[in-house]
């Protein structure tokens, strides 16, 4: 990913806060004419000696998950709001129209998960996060045949990341008085994609 300097995602604990709060992404690897991609959940975990991997799982019938093989080249791909930004929202004149985001990149090996244990504590860790906030969170009960059985329809993958890619442009190449009109017009728009770019934004 090209990343100019005053964009770059320097802080590991930012990005696994950025990634946490935005787990549905792009998992791709090469193809053989296009990069293979699939969009889906992914869950981020830290050991306790700061190795981060990505626990995700596929359809069986998803051709991408017949082509995986453990130890390839993987990227997961997470994306935050995002937007249009007019030249009319800077103080200054003669500009162009941009569009500020953040994106981030877990580029890894994946290894492949079989075993039907694994797997299933693979979903376990997934929907127990999911549903953390709920008065009443589900839970997954493998006594029930029907779950039971959906788990042979899934494979799963082991993302080790060795390296992350941040980007977050929103606006920090501006001068303060561009910054400080830029994030006044995102404040007043009723897009919450502006309201949450506005946020980001450290004026003053």
């Known amino acids: 990913m090209y ?3 005053h964009f ?7 990005i696994r806060t950025f990634v946490r709060a935005h787990p549905f992404g792009l998992l791709l690897t090469n193809g053989r004419q296009v990069p293979e991609i699939t969009h889906l959940p992914m869950q981020l ?19 991408h998950a017949k082509a995986l093989q453990n130890g390839e080249n993987a990227v997961a791909v997470f994306v935050g709001s995002n937007g249009y930004i007019s030249p009319r929202w800077y103080a200054a004149k003669d500009n162009v129209p941009t569009w500020n985001y953040t994106a981030v990149h877990g580029i890894g090996k994946l290894r492949k998960i079989e ?17 953390a906030g709920a ?11 029907k779950l039971r059985n959906m788990v042979k329809s899934i ?3 082991e993302l080790k990341v060795e390296c992350w890619e941040g980007k977050k442009k929103v606006g920090q190449n501006r ?19 502006y309201q949450i770019l506005a946020k980001q934004m450290k004026t003053g």
């Open 3 to 5: 990343i100019p300097a």
């Open 155 to 157: 494979i799963g993958f």
């Open 175 to 193: 001068s303060p008085e561009d910054q400080a009109s830029l994030k006044r017009n995102l404040e007043q728009s009723e897009n919450p994609d």
């Open 8 to 14: 770059k995602m320097n802080e590991t604990a930012e």
């Open 115 to 131: 075993n039907e244990n694994e797997l299933m504590s693979l979903v376990e860790k997934l929907t127990t996060e999911h549903e």
């Open 45 to 63: 975990l830290t050991d306790d000696k700061e190795n981060d991997s990505i626990n995700i799982h596929l359809s069986k019938a998803n051709p």
């Open 135 to 145: 008065k009443f969170p589900w839970r997954v009960d493998w006594s029930i045949a």
